[in-house]
């Protein structure tokens, strides 16, 4: 027995198609169909337009070219 959940949709005379994985054999298989009595209702977008972020910056100029910033040099043998 396998499960497979997805959305289809009915026509108005009733009928739906159902795309079945390439592992299911061809032949005759007893099918339960279990449909909600209300229908998906697709969710209307109204996002709304923003400004962008403005966040602040502060320039202090280019790195020294002598810095490191390698852990070792930062901290001693106790790692402070």
């Given at each position: 027995m396998k499960t497979i959940q997805t959305?289809?949709?009915v026509t108005a005379d009733g009928k739906?198609?159902?795309q079945l994985?390439?592992?299911?054999p061809p032949g005759e298989h007893?099918?339960?169909v279990i449909i909600d009595e209300k229908p998906l209702v697709e969710k209307v977008?109204?996002?709304e337009k923003r400004m962008?972020?403005?966040f602040p910056v502060d320039s202090y100029g280019s790195f020294p070219e002598n810095l490191s910033l390698r852990r070792e040099?930062?901290?001693d043998d106790w790692g402070r």
């Open positions: 959305i289809a949709t739906i198609t159902l994985p390439a592992d299911i007893q099918v339960v977008q109204t996002k962008p972020l403005n040099d930062m901290y």
